[in-house]
């Protein structure tokens, strides 16, 4: 992990496969029955990222505003699938560059699916591999997809590839800043709403992890997976709230250009986030870093900065009262322009209720089919 070095790969395969690495593809030769693929990468990198792929692939080649190349690949048999698996790519990678402030230090970017993946996704740099259950077509798409996934692995170019944690102290460096941009990314697409719904769902799991007694601090190495990723996102979006946007962004700009190619710890982001906002960072450490318990009081308090989370959480709390009580609750809901996520729990409530939807026949109007799903229970 703390040995960067600067990788050029060479990989030799059947000529009817496809050979893919780290980096820019320089050459390839034929020898005998096989062929040579000579790739070239020029920012040292930790082993870990190194990766080799053969098969049958084919690719898509798309283009970033900043003229970074896109590799998309997939199975020759999923040409269908190749839109609705890599919807999004070229909005997210572009919005990442423009947030992070700091350009893909690449200049090629490759995504491809392999079977029996371990896991869903691992950031090599600049050659993510990923389970090829994520690949779907236009349908499937909407009951689950790649584009989690796909920004996370994005994220992790610039967060654990071009900087790298020291020891697994440090672990959030990479997952927390992966899964706090890849939510960024998300909002982008999906609208705000989405993103502060997905950070009131993680609260719920690291309260519920708390509640159970196996709270763990961001700073151990042990941590569980969830304080990692989650508790990690939640402690950016903490900070960001703290210091401003201005200098949050500042911040990261400064730390990535400052160790880009190293190995970085939690105190050389705090010191330069110190430094930027001139405030002292000990009792944010405390609080969001270093305590076994999830701030949940905190948490609370910054969801609340959102109308759409009041909101929510004012027809939350109707879920114990009766459905008479909760008629108007519902009717305010069902007012135009109509909030889906909002939509979602109102009809998770009739059915606790026993209730249709035509139980409110008195204003359909603004609903669209689709919002209707939930009806079944
Ligand atoms: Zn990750």
Known sequence: MNDKIVWDISITAPSQYQAISNGVLLETTEVDKNRKWQFNMDIPMSSYLVAMVVGNYEVEK????????????????????????????????????????????????????????????????TATIYSDQFVVDDIAFNDGNYVTVNAHEMAHQWFGNLVTETSGKHHWLQE????????LAEQEIYGEDHYYMT????????????????????????????????????ALHALRDEIGDVDF??????????YAGRNVTTDDFLKIVSNTSGKDMSEFKNRWLTNTQFP?????????????MEQYFQLAARSISSFDESFN??????????????VEEMISQLILHKKTIESLNFIKKPLQPEMLRLDKP
């Open 296 to 308: 949940s009081a905190e948490a609370l308090q910054l969801l609340r900065k959102s109308n759409f």
């Open 249 to 258: 962004k500042l911040s990261v700009r400064t730390y990535l250009k400052q």
């Open 62 to 125: 798309k283009m970033s505003a900043s003229q970074k190349q896109m590799e998309l690949y997939y199975y020759p048999e999923d040409l269908q699938k190749a839109e609705p698996t890599y919807r999004h790519t070229i909005k997210m990678f572009d919005f990442l560059e423009q947030e992070i402030g700091i350009e893909y230090p690449w200049k090629v970017y490759k995504q491809i699916p392999v079977k029996d993946f371990l896991y869903s996704g691992m950031e090599n740099t």
């Open 176 to 183: 927390g800043f992966a899964t706090y941009y890849s939510m």
């Open 329 to 342: 609750s519902y009717k305010e809901t069902l007012r135009s322009p109509v909030n889906e996520l909002l």
């Open 199 to 234: 950070l009131f769902e993680n609260a719920e799991s690291l309260i519920a992890q708390t509640k159970a007694g196996r709270g763990t601090a961001l700073l151990d190495p042990k941590a569980s997976s969830l304080t990692f990723y989650q508790h990690g996102a939640w």
